[in-house]
């Protein structure tokens, strides 16, 4: 069980502008990436015994977390 955050800034390092810049001009992106923060906490919480959660409840968030992820990916191929 990992305790690290995964902030989006530390998963696309190389992408940190074009994310700053298509969360300004991009109101779906914005919303994916405030998703993918809140979420990314709550698994953090969780994992951290802040907020205990069970082992299938924080598996379910990170798959969520995940898919997240990639349509965030798919945003920064295309930026």
């Not at 902030?7 to 940190?16: K, M, Q, T, W, Y």
């Not at 990314?40 to 992820?69: C, F, G, W, Y």
């Amino acid at each position: 069980m990992s305790h690290v955050a995964h902030e989006l800034h530390e998963e696309f390092p190389e992408h940190a502008e074009a994310i700053h810049a298509l969360k300004a001009k991009n109101a779906h992106f914005a919303r994916l990436t405030e998703e993918y923060h809140t979420l990314n906490r709550a698994i953090h919480r969780m994992e951290t015994n802040v907020e205990p959660a069970d082992d299938a409840t924080i598996e379910d968030l990170k798959k969520k977390r995940l898919v997240l992820k990639d349509e965030i990916a798919g945003f920064l191929e295309t930026a």
